[in-house]
């Protein structure tokens, strides 16, 4: 019986990525994901890209865009701009609840 071997990346809350594990996190180019960071969509800590470390959620946020991308076939901008929005409705909901009230 053949086994599938998954390997994985734990990145805890103080980030852990370079740029080039982001790169291969990611499986994408280190050209996309330095135009990330460029237009806002990941925050990485450190000055230059040879001290850039990415957290949890920088990669969340990567993926997700590169699935928008790829879904809606839009353009870098076009996809952050969809993540951003989906996460400000992600933030509505979640005052909502904290009030007390329902969604649907």
């Known amino acids: 019986m053949d086994a599938d071997i998954f390997t994985g990346i734990l990145v805890g809350e103080q980030g ?8 291969e996190a990611c499986g994408a180019e280190t050209v996309w994901v330095v135009e990330l960071v460029e ?5 990485p800590v450190g000055r230059d890209e040879a001290a850039w470390r990415f957290g949890a959620l920088d990669l ?3 993926r ?3 699935r928008l991308a790829r ?3 839009a353009s870098t901008e ?4 969809i993540l951003d929005l989906l996460d400000e409705i992600e933030r509505l909901r979640a005052r909502l ?3 007390g009230m ?3």
């Not at 852990?16 to 790169?23: F, I």
């Not at 237009?39 to 925050?43: D, K, P, R």
């Not at 076009?78 to 701009?81: E, G, I, R, Y």
């Open 64 to 66: 997700r865009l590169a």
């Open 102 to 104: 329902e969604i649907d």
């Open 16 to 23: 852990a990525l370079s740029l080039e594990e982001m790169v």
């Open 39 to 43: 237009v806002g969509v990941l925050s």
């Open 60 to 62: 969340l946020r990567a």
């Open 78 to 81: 076009a996809a952050a701009l």
């Open 71 to 73: 879904d809606f076939e």
């Open 97 to 99: 609840r904290r009030a």
